[in-house]
């Protein structure tokens, strides 16, 4: 008898006990569906979208420009009568000498060939003509801010922001602003825009924007 009414209380005071932990279960799981939902409709912070313009800019590939040494002879890819070739040389980077047939003996200077080796991004190559093939990035694109976030619904946002290049020192050569590029006519500075690579490097920054949407707890770019 005795056994049984002391089983009958541990009965009754272990009851509450549950009760309790499934009550405090069910508040934790509340706030955090709360929480979850609140965080679900939370516009787009500017930091955020900074954090992903930055991303997306540090992405894409820089500017980068090609030329050749050696004999270069016209052909459908390589036109050594272009303004490229004479503008790498006003620039002290390359020595041009006519060859037959509208060629050019293309030689690479010491002071072209120490600017260049001192880029992180330069690569040569021997071609099969007997060409060498450079490559040498101009400029990089950075973040300068964001202009603006606009929600559009709760799960979707597009962003407008400013960004500029940072050129490097053979950036500067082929900058649209500077006074080797504005020693060429008219003509010569479009084609150096068109086909060279040569861009306005030290102008004012660049207004763009990027679509996001909601992904998770996060966001990211919209593929649309």
């Not at 939902?37 to 992405?59: C, F, H, M």
């Not at 946002?157 to 082929?174: C, D, H, Q, R, S």
């Amino acid at each position: 008898m005795f056994e049984a009414e002391v089983e009958m209380e541990r009965r009754s005071s272990f009851l509450p006990l549950v009760l309790m932990m499934c009550l405090v279960a069910a508040i934790v799981g509340l706030a955090a569906y709360v929480l979850l939902e609140v965080r679900g409709k939370t516009p787009l912070s500017a930091q955020q979208a900074s954090a992903i313009a930055s991303a997306a800019i540090a992405g894409r590939s820089p500017a980068i420009i090609h030329f050749r040494t050696g004999l270069v002879k016209p052909s459908e890819d390589e036109k050594p009568g272009d303004p490229n070739y004479r503008l790498l040389e006003k620039a002290g980077i390359v020595k041009l000498a006519k060859a037959a047939g509208g060629s050019e003996v293309v030689s690479l200077t010491p002071a072209g060939e120490r600017l260049l080796t001192g880029l992180p991004s330069f690569k040569k190559e021997k071609e099969a003509d007997g060409t060498i093939l450079y490559q040498a990035a101009l400029a990089q694109r950075q973040l300068v801010g964001i202009a603006d976030v606009t929600m559009i619904g709760d799960n979707s946002a597009t962003v407008e922001y400013t960004w500029k290049w940072v050129p490097n020192p053979l950036g500067e050569v082929f900058d649209a602003s500077g006074s080797l590029v504005k020693g060429f006519n008219l003509w010569d500075r479009q084609t150096l825009i068109n086909k060279y690579q040569v861009d306005f490097y030290t102008g004012n920054p660049t207004k763009s924007t990027i679509p996001l949407v909601r992904n998770g707890r996060g966001w990211k770019i919209s593929a649309e």
